[in-house]
Structures are given as C-alpha cells and as structure tokens.
C-alpha cells in the first residue's frame, strides 16, 4: 500500500502542486526526484518559469 498524497492543479497561466511526486530538476542535473513538496509554476506567452521546494523521502538526505 502506498502513502502518497497530493494535489495537481493545473490552470492557464499557473499550475500548482501540492504533497507527494515527482517534482522535475534540471536537465543538466537530474531529471526528477521523488519527494514531498509545494511546486508553483508560471505561464505566459513567451516565457514560463517553475519553482519547487521539497524533501526527498527515500534517500538519507531526506531522512
């Protein structure tokens, strides 16, 4: 059975995410860690932007 929890809203100018998943990095670092966290991100015509702040909940940096 899995603990996860979580919210996705996903809006035309900005998305929200709440609770656990898989929240994207860099792509010249990693491409996601799994972890539990708030995530904002912003739309608009020419440009988006992203931005996330969260735990890992399986490594030891996590704990």
Do not use: C, H, I
């Not at 656990?20 to 932007?49: I, K, M, N």
């Amino acid at each position: 059975m899995r603990d996860e929890v979580y919210l996705d809203y996903r809006g035309k100018f900005f998305d929200l995410v709440l609770g656990d998943r898989s929240f994207g990095l860099s792509p010249l670092t990693e491409s996601a860690r799994s972890g539990r966290g708030v995530g904002l991100g912003l739309r608009g015509e020419r440009s988006q932007a992203a931005a996330y702040l969260m735990r890992d909940r399986f490594s030891d940096e996590g704990g």
